[in-house]
Every structure is written in structure tokens, then in C-alpha cells.
């Protein structure tokens, strides 16, 4: 029997219940609070993917399914809209402005400014950013994180592993260094601990930097730390812990081998093998059975003992009412090194207060505390991996009984480093900033600061005799022969007040202007006591008094400079459409003589936020902001630094030196004067002039572009021009340099979601071409020089081409150096004279970066985060020179891949023929230059955010994480060093590489 078959009703009723229900079609209207339609409002189906934006007038139509019932509303500037549509077809909406994103505001010289209103080139880094690397020095930190700001980190010393900073190329040949304000002090940007940042601002330009006036010439990088809040009582704590190992190590070639290769370099030369058959034999059959006589060593291995541990905590307390706002903080970092006596330490104390006294008058009073300790081997890192990169593997680095073998000649990596005496470098320094804000009406407002800052650094040197043995034990070389102490004391005092007065004052809000007028008074007192004595016949009892006074020293020397200001700044802005500022400071400086202290920097700067004009609309739905922008301006440089570093504080000043020339009357020492420089009272500021155009987009809502290019012409460098020998004094300073840059900054940026999964990237490329336009005709032959319409610091020496393949082509080339035979390397003799010399030199290569670029990837999802930070230089050129890459170098060892040397049956080998002390091939040319390009995997984090749901009450956030810093490098340059550091002869300390855990937790 068949089923009864349904009627039309019941197939009806059943279609109804297996069909969706249909979409529903709403249109609207979206408006401004003016009333004016708003075009390209993003309008999105609420937990879909679905939606649309709105048209040129505002309007707006999406197909919504039946059981949704919420629609949302977005719009770059504007506050978002969730609306309930029910079963309504028509829904018009008001969208309100975003006052927190137009009000942004960016920190710039002695104040702040609205982003949108920015006509300077100014870039931000959160601390956020910061604290994700774990470094040991703030510097550090900001590699990669500003276009047009090069990062060069030289060292991986704890304590010394900070980098060099360099806004837009180097404009002098002094003193290059960026000026560093924190919270208004003039200060070291290392002192300061990541957790503490709340942001970096880096100001590239003349317009955003002349405020700073006679120190702004190298850019000004401004630090704000973190501050109370007014929103309850908060605890924030943050540590990881981890551990470091080298970047790169040259792989170092074994005792046998070292033997067998250096008897090669010796017969090259019409030597006589340094080593006999007879003694290769018996090394071979004796380093199993006897190892202290026949030793085997790998000296890296044996003096990199340590794990590297390191350790940050962090702990920050906040909290305050409408009236008072406090924020204390505590930080300790500790980082050892990989060889023995090696660590740096720091301890920071910060209490930040704000209070309102009324409604007109407020104060604040930040207090900053610091200790640093750093402990080395007396004799230097430097001198550590220098000869455990030397030393030959068949000389003995231990005995049996657990003395020290003889190293080489008594140099000891091991022994020196452990027991050859420390040096223990301690300073306390403090930064109190007080200050006092008086409102009378809304748009006026003054202020008075004052902030005093101390240091006192003291050094403590014990270099202690260490002693080494023969295989037999016998005593071998003691080295020094007099352990000796130095102690050295410093005392810093700087005193800084300034007062400012500041006008906000808008006109029916369209005229608005902000003025800025102030004062500032700076000043430093310097002092300085040494003592030495050798000697101490109980070394372990390490105090000046102890050690016999036959040859000691004593020194004092004391030092103060000061600086007057006035300074001002008009900002105007039409509708916050048109945009105009100036700026303009006078200094006045202790370093130059009577008739050039004072000098006027001024800028200029103006800008068009194109996306304010009504021909603008059109595009509003793709383009979301727009501004072009450009400046003008000079800025100047008082700092002056000699061959050490060391500050250069009177340079238009001759001085009488008493008690260094000494002279002897009737076999009496008597004590003596003598003028040894020359004085040029005439010598002024380096001034160097900046122009710059910038171009900002906004994309789409989440798509950022920015892009700069920039001239920076440096004149009246000071410089030591050559006089006559027979004048017996030192050449003055003169004002005579012309150094240029010229180059241009990138940055883009675009950041989504796509349901639950976030994502960023970031990335940032900037290029300079530094060039000395004038020298006065001053020409040098070092290994670097600053040559007329070259770099500054290029390489200089001779052009190699190439081997010789034959004595036909020795004898029928110009006559090089040394004993040249085939497999030397053949220079060009440019001026074919038939000898090279140094007319036959030439630039070879520039160690500046080019190209230097970043990329910053970000992902996220359900509390998880990810993120991946590339960092390289695209165009760098590097120099080895000396035992760290020359084969045999003054009796020094030979590395694994320098095995590639010339040899007639090897006629393309890398490397030239193996030559003992032969001068040809070690003479500075390009031969040993290397490509110091390359792309660091910089850092890569992963983290988790546990819910809010897991935590307790009390608990606001937990965050576990996992790092890694410079964890892979891609580059051509030698084997076994790092790009980063690519001049000298390879005895620093390496760069490291750090893995870290992590803990992040509020309550």
C-alpha cells in the first residue's frame, strides 16, 4: 500500500520549514553631528563578513539575513555605532567624532602638538615596543623602530653592548651623537630602562629640532617616562630571564693543521719549515698520551666558560585620585657574560608625582635613582677574544695539575680573563625634576622647572701578575711584571632651570595658535682624582696605601661649561587645513670666545591637509587622510670631541700645561710649564642647514604611508688644518668642513582583522649619501679617511686585481712590496709609473649603512600573539684586518676556511698564497673589504593572554612569552663575524644571541 501523498498545504508548510528565511534590504543614511553626510562609513552585518560602505552622499543599502538584527557603524575619526535594526528597512545614523583620535597628541620640543597637526618630521616608538626586546640598553632597542635612524650595535658586552645613533647619516667629524632629553633632562638614553618608557619621539628635521638650538645638529630623540594614573591603585610587574650565545664564531683551524700550514707559509718564502718532520711526528703520536707537551687547544672553547644567564624584573606601582597622581617603579637588570668575570648590573628607582593644588595651580616632582656595576678583566674584553682568536692550537691552555700553560709568550685568554685582575666600573646617578604650572585662563599657562642632576662614577683597576708554565711545570713567563692598582673618581653636578609661558587660543575655531616663549639656563661642573701605585705585595688587599709608592701617580683635573637660551615657537593652523610653525632659539655658549658665544637657529615649516578640501570628497572612501608638508631650517653643534671621545670644552682656548713638562736643575727635578697648542679665539658654531618635504597618506582606514626626503649640508666644521712643523705647537681649530647628506625616509604600515585573527605589518626603509664636500684640501692615507667628494670615514688603500699566476707576470708588473711571487695579490698602478705608493690609493668603500630597512610582522589570535621582526642594511662595506683575518699575521693562527689559499694547483683560490712576514700582501686594499650587507631575523616573540575569565579579580592581565633576539643573520661578509661590527682586526666581543621566557602580570 502506497503512503498518502501530502496536499498542497502540507507541501507548502514544509517548503516554509526547509527554506531559509530571505534577506532583508535596509538603506539609510549616515551624517556627521553637522548634519553633513559622511562617504565611505564602513557598514557591517554584526558576526558576518558582509556589508558595504557608504556613497558620495551618504547613503547606503546591504542585504541582512532575517536572524541578524545589529548593524555596525565605522569611520576613521569617528566614534563606532552599533544599531539594532528590529524591523525597521531604514535606519539613519549620526556618527560622533573620535575626540581621543583627532586629539592625538605627539611629544615635540618642550611640549606636545596634535599628530594631525604635525609640519616637522617626528616619529613615534611606544615602550610597549620597546619592552618586546630584551636587550640591556635602551639604544639597542630602537633598531629598526624609526625610518632615517641608524642602529649600529658594535659589542654583545654586558654593560658595553649599547649602539651607536645616527638620525639621517653623519654631519660632522666630531661628535655625530643624536641629543637625548628625558622628561625635559639632557641624559644619557641608556640610563633609562625600557619598562619605564611610555614613549620615544625622534625629531629628524630642522623644524621639529631647532627649538633645541646649538645641540640639535645630529637630530633630538625625546623620552617621556610613565606617570600615575587617576584611575585607582594598579600593580604592574614584569621579568623574563634567559640566556646568550654568540651571533658568529671563526671556526679556528687544530694544532696539526695550524703545523702543517704555517710550514707552508714559511717555504713559500724560502724559509725553512718551522717545524720538522721529526716534530710533526711526535705531535701527532704524543696528544693523546702526553696533552701538556703536545696540546691540542681550541682556545675559544677553553675561555668561553659561562652560560650568559641573564635577568630583568620590573615592578610598577601607579595610582592617584583627580588631585594627586603617583607612579613608583623599581628595575634590576643583571647580565653575565661567556667569559669568566664578566657582568653588568643596574638598578633603577623612579617615583614620578603629580598634584593639583587648584584648578589654576599644579606641580610635579619626578625623582630618578640609579646604580650601574660593571665588572671585566683588567686587561679588556678586547684583549680576551683577540687571543683566543690568535693563539695557535698547539700551545698549551691548561696542564693536567690545573696550571696555566704558557699561552703565547705569557698572553693568557683564560688566565687574564680569570685571574689576571678585575676592573670594576660603579656609578650612582640621580635626575630630580621639579617643576611648577600656574593656568590662569584656559588658553594661557606658565611654567617653571628645575632640574639638577648628579653622577659620581669610579673606576677601580687591578691588574694583577699571572703566571704561567711549562709542559714540565717549570715556571715560564709572569706577566705584567708589577701587579698595579688605578682608582679613578668623578664627580658630575648639572643644574638646568627654565621657564616657559604658553598661549592656546583659538578664534571662532578657525584661527587657532599656540605660542611658545621661554628661557633656559644650563651648566655642568666636571671633576676628576686618579691614583696609582704598583706593587702590592698582598694582592688580595687591594687599597692605594698598600702598594709601594716608587712609581706612583697621582692626577686632578676639573672642568665647567654652561649655556643661556632663549627660545621660542608660533604654531598656526587654519580650520587644521592650512598649517604654518616657526621656531627660533639663541644660545649662548661658554665654548667659544667673546664675540661668537651667541648665535640664532631658526625654522620654518608648513603643511596642507589635503583631505580638508572639498575636491577630497570624492575620494573619502579610499582615502581617509592626506598631508603634504615641508620645512626649513638651521641648527648648530658645540660639541667638539679629541681622538678618545672625550669632550673638547674650551677649543678657541691655549693653555699652559704645569707639571707634565718637568725639567731638571742641578739633578733636581723642578717643576715646569709649557704651551704646547695654538689658540684661534675666532672659531665659532658648525652650522648645518636642513631642508625637508614629507608626504602622509591614510588608506582605507587601516593603510598608513609617509615618505621624506631630506638635504643636510654641515658648514664651518671645525677642524685641526695643517701648519708648519717648525711652529712646535699643535695645530688650532679652525672653521673650514663641509660635510652633506641627502636622502629619504619610508614607512608603511597596514594593519585588519578577519574574524578572530588580527594582523599587522610594518615596514620601514631609508636611505642617505653622506659626502665631504670641503676639507681645504687636507688629504690623509690612513685606513680611514674623510676625503674631499667621498664618505666620511671611507676606506683607503689600493685597488687589488686579482693574483699573480706567475714570476712573468711579477716581473712584468710595477714593483710592489716585500718578496713578491705567484699567488700574491697584484695591485693596480694607476699613474704607471712602474712603483706602487700611495699616489697608486684610492677610495675603496664607505662603512656607512645605505638602504637600511625593517619589517615588523604582528598576528593575533584568541590571546595568542606572534610577533616576527626583520632588520638589515642593504649596502655596507666591511674591513678585517690584522690576526683576525690575515693568515699567519705576526705568527698568529689561521682560520678553517682560509685553507682556500693560492697554490699552483689552486690558481682560484680565495685567499692568496700562505707568505711568513711578508709585507705585500697585508697592505690596505680592497682585497680584504667584504659586503657588511646583510638581514637579521632581529627578534621573534610568542605570547599568550590568559582571559579574563580564568584570572581572579584582582587579577587585570597575564601574559606568558617566549623570545628569541638576533636569532638568524643572512650575509656575505668573512665567516665567524658579525656585519654589524665589520671594522677593526676581529678583537671585540661578539654580538649575542638571546633566549628568553617571560612573565607580564597586572593586578
Known amino acids: 500500500m502506497l503512503p498518502a501523498q501530502p496536499d498542497a498545504d502540507d507541501r507548502l508548510n514544509l517548503l516554509e520549514n526547509v527554506m531559509p528565511d530571505p534577506d532583508r534590504n535596509i538603506r539609510g543614511m549616515v551624517k556627521d553631528e553637522g548634519g553633513e553626510p559622511l562617504p565611505g562609513v564602513s557598514v557591517m552585518v554584526k558576526g558576518t563578513q558582509r556589508g558595504t560602505t557608504t556613497n558620495m552622499d551618504g547613503t547606503f543599502q546591504v542585504e ?38 583627532l586629539s592625538e597628541v605627539v611629544v615635540v620640543g618642550y611640549g606636545t602638538q596634535k599628530k594631525v597637526n604635525l609640519t616637522g618630521s617626528v616619529s613615534v616608538v611606544s615602550g610597549e615596543e620597546l619592552t618586546r626586546r630584551p636587550v640591556g640598553q635602551t639604544s639597542t632597542a630602537l633598531a629598526g623602530t624609526v625610518p632615517g635612524l641608524t642602529v649600529t650595535q658594535r659589542s654583545g658586552q654586558p654593560g658595553r653592548d649599547n649602539s651607536s645613533l645616527r638620525i639621517r647619516g653623519v654631519g660632522t667629524i666630531g661628535d655625530s651623537n643624536p641629543l637625548v632629553i628625558v622628561d625635559g633632562v639632557e641624559a644619557n638614553i641608556n640610563v633609562i630602562d625600557p619598562n619605564e618608557i611610555e614613549t620615544i619621539s625622534v625629531l629628524k628635521d630642522a623644524s621639529s629640532a631647532a627649538i633645541y638650538g646649538s645641540r640639535a645638529a645630529n637630530g633630538v630623540i625625546l623620552i617621556t ?39 707552508e707559509a714559511y717555504t713559500n718564502t724560502g724559509r725553512s719549515p718551522l717545524y720538522t718532520e721529526q716534530q710533526v711526528q711526535e705531535y701527532m703520536a704524543g696528544r693523546a698520551t702526553n696533552p701538556d707537551r703536545y696540546p691540542d687547544t681550541d682556545w675559544q672553547k677553553l675561555t668561553m666558560t659561562e652560560s650568559g644567564f641573564m635577568q630583568s624584573h620590573y615592578v610598577g606601582v601607579t595610582g592617584g585620585t583627580d588631585k594627586v597622581r603617583i607612579l613608583g617603579s623599581l628595575g634590576y637588570f643583571d647580565q653575565d657574560g661567556i667569559i669568566p668575570n664578566t657582568s653588568f648590573k643596574r638598578y633603577n628607582l623612579r617615583i614620578n608625582t603629580d598634584a593639583k593644588i587648584t584648578d589654576k595651580l599644579s606641580t610635579s616632582m619626578d625623582i630618578f635613582l640609579q646604580r650601574r656595576d660593571l665588572v671585566e678583566p683588567a686587561v679588556g674584553t678586547d684583549y680576551v677574544f683577540h687571543w683566543m682568536r690568535r693563539i695557535p692550537a698547539n700551545q698549551a691552555g691548561v696542564l693536567s695539575t690545573g696550571q696555566y700553560g704558557e699561552g703565547w709568550n705569557g698572553d693568557h685568554p683564560l688566565g687574564k680573563a680569570r685571574d689576571g685582575g678585575l676592573t670594576r666600573e660603579n656609578e650612582i646617578s640621580s635626575i630630580i625634576n621639579l617643576s611648577v ?14 632640574s639638577p642632576k648628579f653622577g659620581l662614577p669610579y673606576k677601580k683597576k687591578f691588574m694583577n701578575t699571572l703566571q704561567t708554565y711549562r709542559w714540565d711545570g717549570s715556571p715560564s713567563f709572569a706577566t705584567p711584571v708589577r701587579n698595579s692598582l688605578e682608582e679613578t673618581m668623578n664627580r658630575t653636578w648639572y643644574n638646568n632651570l627654565r621657564a616657559t609661558i604658553a598661549v592656546d587660543k583659538s578664534i571662532n575655531n578657525v584661527h587657532n595658535f599656540n605660542i611658545l616663549a621661554g628661557y633656559q639656563q644650563e651648566d655642568q661642573i666636571n671633576k676628576k682624582l686618579l691614583a696609582y701605585r704598583e706593587v702590592f705585595l698582598l694582592p688580595d688587599y687591594q687599597e692605594i696605601n698598600s702598594g709601594n709608592r716608587e712609581n706612583e701617580r697621582t692626577e686632578g683635573t676639573s672642568s665647567h661649561w654652561a649655556l643661556n637660551s632663549f627660545f621660542g615657537r608660533i604654531n598656526y593652523n587654519f580650520k587644521e587645513k592650512y598649517l604654518f610653525e616657526a621656531n627660533a632659539r639663541y644660545d649662548g655658549s661658554s665654548r667659544f670666545a667673546k664675540g661668537n658665544k651667541y648665535a640664532v637657529f631658526p625654522s620654518f615649516s608648513a603643511g596642507w591637509r589635503i583631505i580638508e578640501e572639498p575636491f577630497m570628497r570624492a575620494l573619502s572612501s579610499t582615502i581617509t587622510d592626506l598631508k603634504l608638508r615641508a620645512s626649513w631650517g638651521r641648527l648648530g653643534n658645540q660639541n667638539l670631541v679629541d681622538a678618545s671621545g672625550n669632550s673638547i670644552l674650551y677649543p678657541f682656548a691655549a693653555f699652559v ?116 664636500v670641503d676639507m681645504r684640501g687636507v688629504f690623509r692615507s690612513d685606513r680611514q679617511v674623510n676625503n674631499e667628494g667621498y664618505p666620511i670615514g671611507s676606506f683607503f688603500g689600493y685597488v687589488a686585481d686579482g693574483f699573480f699566476q706567475s714570476a712573468v707576470e711579477v716581473a712584468d708588473h710595477a714593483k710592489q712590496f716585500g718578496n713578491v711571487a705567484a699567488g700574491d695579490i697584484r695591485y693596480t698602478d694607476f699613474n704607471n709609473d712602474g712603483v706602487l705608493n700611495n699616489l697608486d690609493q684610492r677610495i675603496i668603500g664607505s662603512p656607512i649603512p645605505r638602504y637600511t630597512y625593517s619589517t615588523n610582522i604582528d598576528l593575533g589570535y584568541k590571546g595568542f600573539d606572534l610577533s616576527i621582526f626583520f632588520q638589515g642594511v642593504g649596502k655596507a662595506d666591511g674591513y678585517l684586518t690584522g690576526h683576525g683575518i690575515m693568515p699567519f699575521f705576526e705568527g698568529s693562527t689561521i682560520q678553517e676556511y682560509m685553507r682556500d689559499s693560492w697554490r699552483p694547483d689552486n690558481t682560484g683560490a680565495e685567499f692568496p698564497r700562505l707568505a711568513f712576514n711578508e709585507t705585500n700582501n697585508i697592505q690596505n686594499s680592497s682585497f680584504w673589504l667584504r659586503d657588511a650587507s646583510f638581514l637579521r631575523l632581529k627578534n621573534l616573540q610568542l605570547g599568550y593572554n590568559f582571559p579574563k575569565s580564568w584570572l581572579k579579580d584582582r587579577v587585570q592581565k597575564l601574559r606568558l612569552y617566549a623570545s628569541g633576539q638576533n636569532l638568524l643573520t643572512f650575509d656575505n661578509f668573512y665567516p665567524g663575524f658579525d656585519a654589524e661590527a665589520p671594522v677593526g682586526n676581529a678583537g ?3 654580538q649575542m644571541k638571546v633566549f628568553t621566557v617571560g612573565l607580564d602580570v597586572r593586578f
Open 988 to 990: 671585540w666581543y661578539p
Open 64 to 101: 541582512i539575513p532575517d536572524d541578524q538584527n545589529t548593524l555596525v557603524f565605522s569611520f576613521v575619526g569617528y566614534e563606532s555605532k552599533e544599531i539594532p535594526v528590529g524591523s525597521e528597512s531604514i535606519v539613519d545614523v549620526v556618527l560622533n567624532v573620535d575626540v581621543k583620535s
Open 225 to 263: 617616562t610613565k606617570r600615575g594614573s587617576e584611575k585607582g591603585f594598579s600593580v604592574n610587574y614584569n621579568t623574563y630571564m634567559g640566556w646568550q650565545a654568540p651571533t658568529d664564531m671563526p671556526e679556528i683551524v687544530n694544532g696539526l693543521d695550524h703545523m702543517n700550514l704555517i710550514n
Open 437 to 450: 604650572k600656574y593656568q590662569p585662563t584656559k588658553w594661557l599657562t606658565g611654567s617653571l622647572m628645575y
Open 657 to 772: 700645561g704645569i707639571g707634565n713638562s718637568n725639567y731638571s736643575f742641578d739633578n733636581v727635578n723642578r717643576t715646569g710649564a709649557s704651551l704646547n697648542e695654538m689658540a684661534n679665539s675666532k672659531i665659532k658654531w658648525e652650522t648645518t642647514t636642513v631642508s625637508n618635504i614629507g608626504l602622509d597618506l591614510t588608506m582605507w582606514n587601516n593603510f598608513n604611508f609617509s615618505f621624506e626626503y631630506y638635504q643636510r649640508r654641515t658648514t664651518d666644521i671645525l677642524l685641526r688644518l695643517d701648519i708648519p712643523t717648525m711652529i712646535g705647537l699643535t695645530a688650532p681649530y679652525q672653521n673650514a668642513g663641509v660635510v652633506e647628506n641627502k636622502g629619504w625616509d619610508m614607512s608603511a604600515s597596514y594593519r585588519n582583522k578577519a574574524g578572530d585573527l588580527t594582523y599587522g605589518v610594518a615596514v620601514n626603509l631609508s636611505d642617505v649619501k653622506n659626502k665631504v
